[in-house]
């Protein structure tokens, strides 16, 4: 049944019988007459017809948003007026029984204004405050599904951010072997395509499996391999059951892309990116460790300071408090980034299902 019906089921029901109730009473105190049904039959019509135009006229003029005391005049004064009216149809219905004492002591209509108004009353208070409960509840739903918007517009705008400037970099590692070796510029533009195709479907994506996000990795140190060659070492280290676990698209490309400009590139003689994944209670760690030293003005430095800030950015924004992101100096010569991401309770059971069932993948 919906609220409509509801409402309607109520008016009908709870005004029947208020007004069976009222005929019991007169029995009770005059005897039974048999006009008492339509007299009964015109209050309960009348009562709702009063009830329905107030419930009218607190939706149409947002009666909800009121202060208090701006709130409890209007049902005041909406009150007396529908009593009055009662009290203006009743009073000639009920002359037979209640006229000779309302000639004797004029001061009993007081008594019988009251009488009537108390229904009234309740019944516009316990509409008021249903009224009330139901514009919070709606209110909560629409901050929620604003709040999700937000997010979400705030999510695109950090990966849009982020690709123009792994678009520099990779076109700067291609244009550097167009002359010098044409084959594996070749090579080099099927990578930057491979990565590119991932970029665009990450836009429509909140997050990718992880290891969608290593083949793209894989891609982009293909190509930084083309300037560095072999300054530049890379070693793996991912447990297999890590593999279908969802993470943000293009995160740990920016950390990787940070970790080369910022430690590899600096390095005297060589240097060395290692990514590293696991579960633990029901939480996928990832590590990326790389040559380098952690400067303490290069986190406000506008390359290395935007990969570690929209970082943290985008795992509050899907995980709440849930996720963590921290950077540290691991010992004098590197340094290492560590991410935290929950596990769905799908994936937590797929996870207890795969694990251990293939070794690691270590590769140098």
Known sequence: MNKNKLYWFFQIVGWSLYNINEIFQYTLQFGYDSSMISNALANTVLSIILTHLFR???????????????LAIRVGLSVFAMTVILVALNVPLDVKYVGELLNEKPVLVIEYFINLAKPILVWALIYMFYNYS?????????????????????????????????????LNSIRALVLEDPTRAQQGITQLSNILRSSLLAD?????????????????LALEKVRYEERLQMKWDIAPETQNIQVPPMMLQTLVENAIKHGVQKAINWGFVEINTSITDNKLYIKIRNTGQLQGTESKSESGGFGLKNTAQRLDLLYGSEASFKIYQEDSLTVCAEIMIPLSSAEARSVSETKNAAPALTAN
Request: no cysteine.
């Open 134 to 170: 139901e514009e919070r509840r709606q209110r909560e739903v629409e901050e929620i599904k604003l709040k999700s918007s937000i997010k979400e517009t705030e999510a695109k705008v950090l990966r849009a951010q982020m690709n123009p400037h792994f678009m520099f970099n990779a």
């Open 204 to 220: 429509r994506r909140k997050t990718v499996a992880l290891k969608e996000e290593l083949r793209t990795i894989e891609d982009y």
């Open 56 to 70: 009218l006229v607190v939706k149409r003029f947002n009666w909800g948003v009121l202060h208090l005391p701006q």
